[in-house]
């Protein structure tokens, strides 16, 4: 079965630094995705950030970078200068190979608090 | 750019009432989705809908779930007799692939059942 590990309930950071949310994943597909998604206060989910199986490099978009280790079955993602408006809940999310319909399986989430 | 609507942003319903959620997905996405979300917890996958018909459902989506595509925009998520436990963030996703392609969300429903 898949799972998706997120273990940090919570973190903090200051403006203008870096911050890595941990993401840990387990499947016995060779072929899958994962995803970043945020959601603000306001309740909705914003896609941040796709990183399929089989890509060879670390996906990237703008200040937001996934550090994917597949050996180590992580997919940490890894925000560079960290804003104000980046506080908000953060969940890992992986897509399976199988069947039609490819649901997304979510992680617990973690909130990121970012601090003047 | 194109996104996932959904109406209402909120509802407030008595327990064994009816509700209809409605979303419209992006014009010339294939695949739908709906999720929800209790309070304070993660994301769970409901149902997928392909074609015209539900493609896989999870154990939560039992007798008193329906989705329908009346139309070739709409696509709704009924709850045939609400119980408060049925309160949630109700997301609708939708892509173009379903291997290749991200999910985009909808901006939910917060569905609150007294």
């Known amino acids: 079965a898949q799972k998706i590990t997120q273990t940090q309930p919570g973190m903090f950071v200051q403006e203008k630094e870096a911050v890595t949310l941990d993401c840990t994943y387990d499947?016995?597909?060779?072929?899958?995705?994962l995803f970043w998604y945020k959601q603000p206060s306001s309740g909705e989910m914003i896609f941040l950030i796709y990183?399929?199986?089989?890509?060879?490099q670390n996906a990237t978009e703008g200040r937001y970078s996934l550090n994917f280790q597949k050996a180590r079955k992580s997919a940490n993602l890894v925000i560079s200068a960290s804003q104000l408006g980046d506080s908000a809940m953060y969940f890992c999310?992986?897509?399976?190979?199988?069947?039609?319909?490819?649901?997304?399986?979510f992680g617990t989430g973690t909130l990121l608090a970012v601090q003047p | 750019e194109p996104e996932v609507t959904q109406t209402p942003s909120h509802q407030v319903t008595q327990m064994g009432q009816e509700v209809i959620l409605r979303c419209v997905p992006i014009?010339?996405?294939?695949?739908f989705y709906w999720y929800r979300q209790i309070l304070g917890q993660k994301v769970e996958f409901l149902v997928s809908?392909?074609?015209?018909?539900?493609?896989?459902k999870s154990e939560i989506f039992d007798d008193q779930f329906s989705v329908e595509r009346p139309d070739g925009s709409n696509f709704t998520l009924k709850i045939r007799s609400t119980k408060l436990e049925d309160s949630a963030m109700y997301f609708c996703?939708?892509?173009?692939?379903?291997?290749?392609?991200?999910?985009?969300f909808g901006p939910g429903t917060r569905l609150l059942v007294l």
């Open positions: 996703a939708s892509t173009l692939s379903a291997t290749r392609e991200t999910q985009y």
């Open positions: 999310a992986m897509r399976g190979p199988g069947g039609a319909t490819n649901k997304l399986i």
């Open positions: 990183q399929g199986s089989y890509d060879q």
């Open positions: 014009s010339n996405h294939l695949y």
């Open positions: 499947t016995s597909d060779p072929s899958y995705g």
């Open positions: 809908f392909y074609n015209n018909e539900i493609s896989e």
